[in-house]
């Protein structure tokens, strides 16, 4: 018994319909499959560089990756609901949000919620104060709130129809509109007060890293992302169209926030942002009170601009007349844990 292949099979009005919901939304599981690898990567060296980091960022990053592994388990359950138990009916095909679909939206706000807060947090250092970190926690907070409302009432009225109508277009529009929102604000405040920071923009980067930064580091992909989710939404709530865009988001947002942190230079385990690494150099130089006579070379238990940490003392007796002979008398007290070794301080005392 053989069985015929058409060579050219009927695009029969039911297959174009399984196109045009099961196959976008299998596109966006492929697409966001791939970015998993990438969490998967950057979580694992996150943990690898900076093992002694502060212990609220190692549980916001533990965090953060177990529920995207999560989505990433619920969300083929929902796949494979979609594609193998009702594939012979064509009418369901992804008609209806299955438990799994529902549970994987609910993890997918509290992805995006848990990182919003961070950079919440991280506007408080780069900023100086309060406001914008405000507005941007406030918000995160609002569309966190209507994310949990989507996903229960997307529990009790499963077609995803009734996204068409309101009340439930106007919770899942409102939502992704503030989601959205609160990531346009991110991503420009971090632009500004970064440009702003002399410490960094000291720091010349190829244009490629540049690039990176803004896409990654700034939120601009997420942003774009979510944007292009909410707008697609508004514009066509009957489609499934915007499936694609948020298999999409909440893993942007999670590269957001790992990349944030593995940008950072590492010391002892513990990473260090751009503006933290300057104060610190600062703040040691200016202990130095130059004046004349003897030179002292001084830098105790402070991280130098490649990370190294030197405990130093070397005093310079020039009350000799250089012109003849010079006595040095040093004294050691060094603990030196970089191979590239030391950076010194300057500063000069009167003998």
């Known amino acids: 018994m053989s069985l015929h292949v058409p060579a050219n099979p009927v695009h029969t009005p039911e297959l174009a319909g399984l196109d045009r919901t099961i ?3 299998f596109s966006g599981y492929t697409c966001s499959m791939v970015l998993y690898g ?3 990567f950057q979580t694992y060296t996150y943990f690898n560089d900076y093992p002694n980091d502060p212990y ?3 549980i916001l990053v533990g965090l953060v990756a177990t529920l995207d592994t999560a989505s990433v388990g619920v969300l083929t359950d929902a796949l494979h ?3 193998i138990v009702q594939f012979p009916v064509f009418a369901q095909a992804v008609e209806v949000a299955t438990l799994t679909f529902t549970a994987d939206n609910g993890l997918a706000v509290s992805i995006i919620f848990l990182v919003q807060m961070f950079y919440a947090h991280r506007l408080v250092s780069l900023s100086g104060g309060y406001i ?3 507005i941007v926690g406030i918000l ?12 229960a009432r997307m529990h009790t009225n499963p077609a995803f129809d009734a996204f068409a109508y309101s009340p439930m277009k106007a919770i899942i529009g409102t939502c992704q509109g503030l989601t959205a929102l609160t990531s ?6 971090m632009a500004y007060f970064t440009a702003r920071n002399p410490s960094v923009t000291a720091k010349v980067k190829p244009l490629f890293d540049r690039i990176l930064t803004w896409l990654l580091v700034y939120g601009g992909a997420a942003a774009v ?3 292009l989710y909410f707008a697609v939404f508004i514009s066509l709530p009957a489609r499934r169209d915007w499936m694609f865009f948020q298999t999409l988001a909440r893993r942007l947002f999670a590269i957001n926030l790992l990349t944030t942190l593995s940008y950072r230079e590492a010391h002892r385990g513990k990473g260090a942002f751009d503006e933290q690494t300057i104060q610190r150099s600062i703040g040691s130089t200016n202990r130095a009170t130059p004046t004349l006579g003897s030179l002292s070379f001084n830098k105790s238990h402070a991280v130098t601009s490649r990370g190294v940490v030197v405990d130093r003392t070397i005093d310079v007796d020039t009350s000799v007349d250089l012109t003849s002979k010079m006595a040095y008398r040093v004294d050691e007290d060094t603990s030196v844990s970089d191979k590239h070794g030391p950076d010194y301080m300057f500063t000069t005392s009167h003998n």
């Not at 995160?140 to 996903?151: D, K, P």
């Not at 346009?184 to 405040?189: A, Y």
């Open 132 to 134: 914008v970190p405000a």
């Open 81 to 83: 609901t979609y594609m």
């Open 225 to 227: 992302v979510q944007l």
């Open 140 to 151: 995160s907070m609002a569309s966190f709130a209507l994310g949990i409302v989507m996903t």
């Open 38 to 40: 990438f969490v998967f």
């Open 56 to 58: 609220p960022l190692r």
């Open 23 to 25: 196959g976008i939304l």
């Open 184 to 189: 346009i604000l991110i991503f420009i405040s």
